[in-house]
């Protein structure tokens, strides 16, 4: 189980890094970005951020090629705003847990309706 102090530090930096999203990165690709949630190792030395895009025409590759683009910014950002001893590396990892789901939600309805006599 993860300590109280690694899921403290997550949360903090998915607020800092979702407040730069909205406010300070002007890349067009992370306008339709939302942080979902955050894992560090117990090291505090990565920083495994989870995002989804909004947008159901936006291309989550492109949001990820935004966020990388972007990751020097805010990891320095990070730095400046978390108090930590060392400021974590950034990994950007896309979330499908909604798009999941929404697939097993459509298979469960199909299977309703072919069970449900006419």
Not at 29 to 57: G, N, P, Q, W
Not at 59 to 75: C, E, P, V
Request: one cysteine or more; charged letters at 30%; proline letters at 3%.
């Amino acid at each position: 189980m993860k300590g109280q102090r690694t899921i403290r530090v997550g949360d903090r930096i998915r607020e800092v890094v979702s407040q730069l999203l909205l406010k300070k990165v002007k890349d067009p690709r992370v306008s339709f970005c939302t942080i979902t949630h955050v894992r560090m190792t117990t090291d505090l030395k990565i920083a495994r951020i989870y995002f989804t895009v909004l947008d159901e025409f936006q291309d989550w590759h492109q949001t990820l090629r935004g966020l990388n683009s972007a990751k020097g910014y805010i990891r320095r950002e990070l730095g400046r705003t978390v108090v930590l001893k060392t400021t974590p590396q950034i990994e950007f990892i896309h979330d499908d847990t909604f798009e999941e789901m929404d697939r097993i939600q459509h298979l469960l309805e199909k299977v309703k309706t072919e069970v449900e006599p006419l």
